[in-house]
């Protein structure tokens, strides 16, 4: 295929043929699985196929010139960075792991989706137009620019190196889980193979690479999550468009929810003892509490993950590759629609997913039914011969109860398929999607981190005179022994995947929201400021997790998943307190807030 | 060519909006959803859908309109990048 003009120019041709040579492999997957091919050599083919792609555009984006590395040349039109963004955005936790979350834990757990979407208007309003217009390449470079010297651009790295590896290894863990499951090797294999997927993309080609990988990702993972969603919800007879149909479902499950006792019948002690850390179900689909308590969680919640999403370096640097500060805005635009295009349908899915299991006027009910005949369904023999569900009898009356169904919230994605009794392809589809969701923001978080090390801390605080070959040597050797770290992490499997993404948000909004915020809302902010703010916010923040997480009961019910209510408040107050103590920032920095504050003329960057 | 005065009136200008926007989006975030028990009836379940499809929805339009609005802010005072 010949490109007049370049790549750039080209782009909708090049991923609409993209897209539809995906469709086309799955089509001719679903022939050979129609012909009799076993289902391994199909799951196999989807993670190969998918892989080698995202590999062979990793190659070709490679690249020697440092503003390619680093930001991608800055000419990513904002659609496709939208793109890039929501893949780089959407982990394994938000592709495997969110329909599940809203499954099993109901009402409350939806302040994640107002939280992670509510986030893009504080990064649209806020930050990303302004770092944009400074024209960094990462976010400690903003950080040590802004309020000057070393100082605070090593805090500013500190910060985000721990809030990004804490990511990086639960989306290595969940590579490695999709690789293992569809590749039928063992997990410490499979977290091995996904990160050298993950590297194939990004060494070569820096940010450059991961674009464009991200934005073949993206178009993976979405196709790989709506098709089982619109297919289960018109087979199973439940609406031609699901997000329109869920509501009239959501007041079905509430009678349900009332007649077998969720949230009141709930299950005995020795029974969870014998299911582990499988749950079930126990908190109603929509209810919405009065309490001021229940409320004050659902606020807090979705205040963390906000900040978080405004905070984390992976997500902020994606508009620095935009080709101005217009499309920086309106790429957080897109960013959202296409983020919402997922988080829109998960959900519809997890309620969809209640009605299959609970009507019992539903054919593929189980609860209610006696234990001979659900242990006999073959996606329960599956998912349970995996330890991803069980059964436990516990009053022995023969019969399924809605306490004594056990399960894992990740079942809610990988079991549609087979509990809608959707063909196999379909599977190798999800595991496709899922591996794309992980190794794009694995992708993200690992340049976030050898990025910061290589330019702000090797570049610009050891070696200021090093030469560009060998800064893009260092970088690429960095990202080459974090990965290595990251996997070797994921090996130890310390937390689920969703408590160290938490984690990440809350690390990143105690240490850097405020420095961010009030380095362009802020004049008078100075150094000394900044840097309390970050070593204060970061170090409380820490603290206070570290005794939750060893037995402390948690103030006000702010928990380790809400730690950022209190490194936050100390971040802000430290940096007020200490920047109005000590003397307003020179000429020069105030000059510099004015220059970011409009879009036109060059960069800060470029001019100094 | 761009007068002090001018810029001054861009970043007034521009405080204005990020406020409207900021007071919007906590008004949908924290507003609607603290009082969700309040949107649920026996036809239509609010709460469910204000946590999980109405404020994404909201926040999409919001952010579109937010970067419209603010290019016109820019282009006004001449402090577009095509200026």
Redesign the interface.
């Known amino acids: 295929m010949k490109l007049e003009g370049g790549f750039i120019n080209n782009l909708g041709k090049v991923y609409g043929v993209y897209t539809l040579g995906f469709l086309g492999f799955v089509i001719l997957m679903a022939i050979l699985e129609a012909m009799g091919v076993p289902n391994t050599y199909i799951g196999w083919m989807f993670v190969a196929f998918t892989v080698l792609i995202y590999a062979l555009i990793g190659v070709l984006s490679r690249t020697m010139d440092s503003n390619q590395y680093y930001v991608a040349g800055r000419e990513v039109p904002a659609v496709y960075n939208g793109m890039a963004t929501a893949a780089d955005w959407m982990s394994g936790a938000s592709f495997i792991a969110l329909a599940g979350g809203v499954y099993l834990g109901g009402y409350p757990y939806m302040a994640f989706l107002v939280g992670w979407t509510g986030g893009y208007v504080l990064v649209a309003s806020l930050i990303a137009p302004y770092l944009r217009k400074f024209g960094c390449y990462t976010v400690p470079d903003f950080i040590g620019t802004r309020y000057g010297g070393n100082l605070a651009r090593f805090c500013a790295v500190v910060v985000l190196v721990v809030a990004s590896f804490t990511y990086v290894t639960a989306q290595i863990n969940g590579t490695g889980t999709v690789a293992a499951r569809a590749l039928q090797i063992p997990f410490e294999v499979g977290v091995w193979v996904g990160l050298a997927g993950i590297l194939f993309c990004s060494m070569l080609g820096g940010m450059r690479a991961v674009t464009w990988t991200q934005v073949a990702q993206y178009i993976v993972l979405i196709i790989a999550y709506l098709i089982p969603v619109f297919w289960m919800s018109n087979k199973l007879g439940y609406g031609l468009i699901p997000h329109l149909a869920q509501f009239d479902a959501v007041q079905r499950v509430q009678e349900l929810q009332l007649q077998l006792g969720v949230g009141t019948f709930l299950p005995s002690p020795e029974a969870q003892a014998e299911a582990g850390r499988l749950a079930a179900l126990k908190v109603g689909i929509n209810d919405a509490s009065d309490s001021l308590y229940d409320r004050w969680r659902f606020f807090t919640l979705a205040f963390c993950m906000m900040a978080g999403t405004a905070s984390l370096p992976h997500v902020l640097m994606r508009y620095f590759t935009t080709s101005s500060v217009k499309a920086a805005r309106q790429s957080v635009g897109w960013s959202l629609f296409f983020i919402s295009l997922l988080y829109l349908s998960a959900p519809a899915l997890a309620t969809f997913t209640k009605l299959s299991l609970l009507d019992p006027n539903v054919a593929t009910s189980i609860i209610g039914k006696s234990v001979a005949q659900v242990t006999s369904i073959e996606w329960i023999q599956q998912w349970s011969n995996v330890g991803f569900l069980k059964i436990v009898d516990g009053n022995g009356d023969g019969i399924v109860q809605i306490n004594e169904f056990f399960m894992r919230g990740d079942i809610v994605v990988l079991a549609t398929p087979e509990m809608a009794g959707l063909p196999y392809v379909i599977s190798g589809l999800v595991a496709a999607g899922g591996l794309a969701a992980a190794m794009s923001t694995a992708d993200g978080l690992l340049l976030a981190i050898a990025n910061a090390l290589s330019h702000d801390l090797y570049y610009k605080i050891i070696d200021p005179k090093v030469d560009t070959a060998k800064r893009l040597m260092v970088a690429r050797i960095l990202l080459l022994i974090i990965g290595g770290l990251a996997a070797f992490v994921a090996m130890q499997k310390l937390t689920g995947i969703l408590g160290a993404v938490a984690w990440a948000f809350c690390f990143a909004n105690s240490g850097l929201f405020f420095p961010l915020v009030l380095g362009v809302w802020w004049k008078r902010a100075n150094r000394a400021g900044a840097i309390a703010g970050m070593v204060g916010g970061f170090g409380v923040g820490a603290w206070y997790l570290y005794q939750v997480q060893t037995g402390m009961t948690p103030w006000l019910g702010i928990d380790g998943l809400r730690f950022g209510m209190i490194g936050m408040p100390v971040s802000l107050i430290l940096m007020v307190v200490f920047s109005l103590m000590t003397k307003a920032p020179d000429e020069e920095t105030q000059k510099m807030v004015e220059s970011i504050r409009v879009p036109k003329g060059r960069t800060y960057v470029e001019t100094h | 060519m761009?007068t002090k005065s001018d810029?001054l009136q861009?970043?007034e200008a521009?405080k204005r909006l990020?406020l409207i926007?900021?007071i919007i989006?906590a008004v949908?975030?924290?507003g609607i959803?603290?009082f969700?028990?309040a949107?649920?009836s026996a036809a239509?379940?609010g709460?469910?859908?204000m946590?999980?499809?109405g404020?994404?929805?909201i926040?999409?339009i919001?952010?579109?309109w937010?970067?419209a609005r603010?290019?016109r802010v820019?282009e006004l005072y001449?402090?577009?990048?095509g200026?």
């Not at chain 2, 001449?78 to 990048?81: A, F, L, P």
């Open positions: 761009a810029q861009h970043w521009t990020t926007t900021l989006w949908v975030s924290f959803n603290w969700g028990s949107l649920n239509f379940p709460a469910y859908f946590a999980g499809a404020s994404q929805l926040f999409v919001l952010v579109f937010f970067a603010q290019n820019d001449g402090m577009s990048e200026d």
